[in-house]
């Protein structure tokens, strides 16, 4: 199986900065998409920030030009550099990774972490 751990989150003043990291430890065989969603008490959760394989990343228009997304495969870590953080960043932050594992290496699966909270006080 695949666990991701998160870690990073906690309290910043507004216009602070944050980063959060992931690492996916397992029976790796492949790791595709990995990314960054978040969600708001009572809300479905939603895309922040997502990477590719090849590097490719896409953001969430609430998002572009604060957040930046980045990955270590060597670490099979993923990052979310968050700057210029406002209020309305405060939510849990999950990160995914759609990956495959060596018995079943052709079939990918996708995978949470279990939360990290951000709290950005004005």
């Known amino acids: 199986q695949v666990q991701l751990m998160e870690s990073g989150g906690g309290s910043v003043q507004a216009g602070g900065s944050l980063m959060l990291s992931c690492a996916a430890s397992?029976?790796?065989?492949?790791?595709?998409?990995m990314g960054w969603y978040r969600q708001y008490p009572g809300k479905q959760r939603r895309l922040a920030a997502t990477?590719?394989?090849?590097?490719?990343?896409t953001y969430a228009d609430s998002v572009k030009g604060r957040f930046t997304i980045s990955r270590d495969d060597a670490k099979n870590t993923v990052y979310l550099q968050m700057n210029s953080l406002k209020p309305e960043d405060s939510a849990a932050y999950y990160c995914?990774?759609?990956?495959?594992?060596?018995?079943?290496?052709?079939?990918?699966?996708?995978?949470w972490g279990q939360g990290t909270q951000v709290t950005v006080s004005s």
């Open positions: 990477i590719s394989s090849d590097g490719t990343t």
């Open positions: 995914y990774g759609s990956i495959t594992i060596r018995d079943r290496p052709l079939f990918e699966d996708d995978y």
């Open positions: 397992g029976d790796i065989f492949e790791i595709k998409t």
